[in-house]
């Protein structure tokens, strides 16, 4: 169950995708709650039912009710913003930027985990999402919070490598 399930489930033409996930899931040096949060978060944005599945049930290992709830807060909001604020960004009309977007993201202010943690899993969902506006604000905040380079390039490389097994998943799906 778990990464294991995954990365066996994978298509040989995934292997890479496998070794990655090993690699950055199974031997991340960030703290369990940063790491399962954002494992969750993204499979969740990844919207892969198999590795969705997979993830969330080991996550619940490592993570309280309140963290695993968060986390998925954190994967929605952004499906929400992250659209919004991309096209506006994209639109390239500062009148569309100066407009209030009038989204309710309450959830932001009280996520019920460290604010911290909330900010990190947001960054890795806007990665795969595509957001570069929320990227950047997110990773502003992270870095603020002291946060180094390292520490954020570990949230992108989990958002890339749970994006590419629910692709490859996605792909035999399709083609079975």
Known sequence: MGLDAITAGLPAYARDVGL???????????????LWGTALACAVAARNPVVLREIAAEAATHLPPEAVEAAKAAATIM???NV??????????????????????RIVARPGVPKVDFEFWCLAVSAINGCAVCLESHEGKLRAAGLGPEQIQEGLRIAAAVQAAAVAYDAEAALA
């Open 20 to 34: 990655t996930l090993d690699s950055t899931i199974g031997a991340s040096p960030l703290e369990p709650q940063q």
């Open 79 to 81: 499906a929400m913003t």
């Open 84 to 105: 919004y604020y991309r096209a506006t960004h994209l639109l390239g009309d500062e009148a569309y930027r100066s407009l209030p977007a009038r989204l309710r993201m």
